[in-house]
C-alpha cells in the first residue's frame, strides 16, 4: 500500500524529533481505519535505529531472514543459495527481518503515541510554504510550525516546493500481483509443502527473464504468513492501478505463470485476493531541503525493492534528524541544521535509489549507472557490481550507523561551508 511507505517514514521522523525534545505533530491524510497491506523487509541499518528508539520487534512480529533460495522455475532445482545466518550478530545484533507493514505501523504508533506525538488524522495538506514554514490544508486551515518534514508517498505534491524542479512519477512498465496466504495452509498442500518444509525463513524465489517474470516469497507475522510478489510486465489493463488495493485474481496470476511448476501454481490458488501495483520511478531529486522543510521516504526517494532499502533510508532519515536537532532552540536557524541534512543525507539517498533502480528498469550499463552514483558518491563500490545479496552488498548497506555519522555531522553545525570532504562515510 502505498502509504505504508509514507507511514514508515511520518512516523520514524515524528518518533525522532519528539526523542530530541521538540512538540511534534502528525497530520496525516488516512483515517487508518482500514490498514492492509503486505510485508516488508527491513536490514540491519534500519533496526539499529529502531532498536535504540525503544523498538519491540517481537511486538512487530519480526520473522528473521535467514537465506536466499533461488530456484528453477520448471523444476525446482536449487540453482542459488545465500546464507543469512549469522547476519544480526555481525552487524551489532540487530535483525535482518520481514513484518507485517499493519504490524510494523501498529508497533510505530505504539512508540509514537508512548513518546507523546500527537496525530490529526483524515487531513490533507495542499500547500507548504517553505520559508514561513506555514502548510495550507484541503479544509482550508492554516498551521505554522518551525520544522516542516515532508513523507507523503510517490505520488507526493511537493517534490517541485522543495526542489523547485518538476520531476514527474513515471511506469517502469513492471506491475506487481500480491497476496498474503497462511503458511499453514501452504504447508497442509503436498504440492507447495516441498518448498517450504524444513527451511529456514527468507526468500524463495524464481525467474522467467525471457518474459521478465520474477516470482518472489517471503514469510512474515512470526512465520505465520508468506507474502507473495509476482513481478511482470505491466498489462494494458493495469496501467492506472497505482494503489496496493487494485483488486486482481487469482487467474491473472496463473496466466503469467506460464512454464513454471505446478508448485508455483499451487501457491496462488492458495489466495483468497489479490491484487496488483504498477511500479513506478521517479528521478534523483537535487536537493532534500528547502527552508524550514525537508522531504525524506517515499516522497524523496521511491526505491526499487532490489535492496530491500526503501523504509531503510527513510529511518535513518529520521536518525539523522533526531541527532541534528537534539540540541536545537529557537535561536538556533532550522535552515541551518537542515542544509547539513541534506548534505549528511542526499548521497545515501539517492545512490541508494539509483542502485535500487539499477537492474529493476534501466537500460543502462554497470559502467553508466556508475556514472550516475559518482555525481553523488566517490567513495569505493562494490566490485561485484551493484545488485544482489551478497556478503559484499550487506556490508555496503547494513554497516552504515546513522547516529553516528550524524554525530560527525553535527562537529560542523556552525562551519560556513559545512562539512569537509571525507568526514561522512555514506556506505561500508
Not at 504490524?103 to 503515541?113: F, I, T
Request: include cysteine; charged fraction near 25%.
Amino acid at each position: 500500500m502505498r502509504d505504508s511507505w509514507r507511514r514508515v517514514a511520518g512516523l520514524a521522523a515524528s518518533i525522532a524529533l519528539r526523542r530530541a525534545g521538540h512538540d511534534v505533530e502528525i497530520f496525516e491524510k488516512s483515517t487508518f481505519k482500514n490498514e492492509i497491506g503486505a510485508a516488508i523487509t527491513l536490514t540491519c541499518n534500519a533496526t539499529l535505529v529502531l532498536d535504540k528508539s525503544g523498538f519491540d520487534e517481537r511486538k512487530a512480529g519480526a520473522t528473521e531472514k535467514r537465506q536466499m533460495r533461488l530456484l528453477d522455475k520448471e523444476t525446482l532445482e536449487l540453482k542459488t543459495h545465500v546464507d543469512f545466518t549469522g547476519v544480526r550478530e555481525r552487524f551489532g545484533g540487530h535483525a535482518f527481518a520481514a513484518f507485517h507493514r499493519v504490524d510494523l505501523h501498529e508497533e510505530m504508533r505504539r512508540m509514537a503515541k508512548e513518546v507523546g506525538v500527537e496525530v490529526t488524522l483524515g487531513t490533507q495538506a495542499v500547500k507548504v510554504d517553505c520559508e514561513s514554514g506555514v502548510t495550507l490544508f484541503k479544509d482550508g486551515t492554516e498551521v505554522k510550525k518551525d520544522l516542516i518534514i515532508i513523507a507523503d508517498g510517490i505520488q507526493s505534491g511537493f517534490v517541485e516546493t522543495i526542489t523547485g524542479e518538476e520531476i514527474p512519477t513515471k511506469k517502469t512498465g513492471r506491475s506487481v500481483y500480491r497476496t498474503l496466504i497462511p503458511v499453514s495452509r501452504l504447508m497442509g498442500d503436498p504440492l507447495t509443502r516441498p518448498l517450504f518444509e524444513g527451511q529456514g525463513s527468507g526468500f524463495c524465489v524464481a525467474f522467467n527473464i525471457a518474459k521478465g517474470i520474477m516470482y518472489i516469497t517471503y514469510p512474515c507475522r512470526n512465520g505465520e504468513l508468506m507474502n507473495i510478489a509476482v513481478f511482470h510486465p505491466t498489462k494494458p489493463h493495469q496501467i492506472d492501478a497505482e494503489d496496493w488495493n487494485s483488486p486482481a485474481t487469482v487467474e491473472d496470476v496463473l496466466e503469467v505463470l506460464e512454464g513454471f511448476h505446478p508448485a508455483w501454481h499451487a501457491i496462488a490458488k492458495h489466495a483468497d485476493t489479490m491484487h496488483c501495483y504498477t511500479v513506478g520511478h521517479r528521478g534523483m531529486i537535487p536537493c532534500m531541503t528547502k527552508g524550514k522543510a525537508a522531504i525524506i521516504g517515499d516522497a524523496g526517494h521511491p526505491m526499487q525493492p532490489t535492496h530491500a532499502q526503501g523504509a531503510g533510508v527513510s529511518i535513518e532519515d529520521a536518525a539523522a534528524l533526531e541527532v541534528l536537532f537534539s540540541n536545537w532552540t529557537t535561536a538556533d536557524r532550522v535552515e541551518k541544521r537542515l542544509e547539513l541534512f541534506n548534505q549528511l543525507r542526499l548521497p545515501r539517498d539517492n545512490v541508494t535509489q539509483l542502485m535500487s533502480n539499477a537492474v529493476f528498469y534501466y537500460a543502462d550499463t554497470l559502467e553508466q549507472t556508475v556514472q550516475r552514483v559518482r555525481q553523488y558518491y566517490s567513495g569505493p563500490l562494490l566490485a561485484a557490481g551493484l545488485v544482489g545479496w551478497t556478503e559484499q552488498i550487506r556490508k555496503f548497506f547494513y554497516s552504515y550507523d546513522a547516529f553516528a555519522e550524524a554525530e560527525k555531522a553535527m562537529e560542523y553545525k556552525d562551519a560556513a561551508d559545512g562539512i569537509p570532504d571525507g568526514v561522512i562515510k555514506h556506505f561500508w
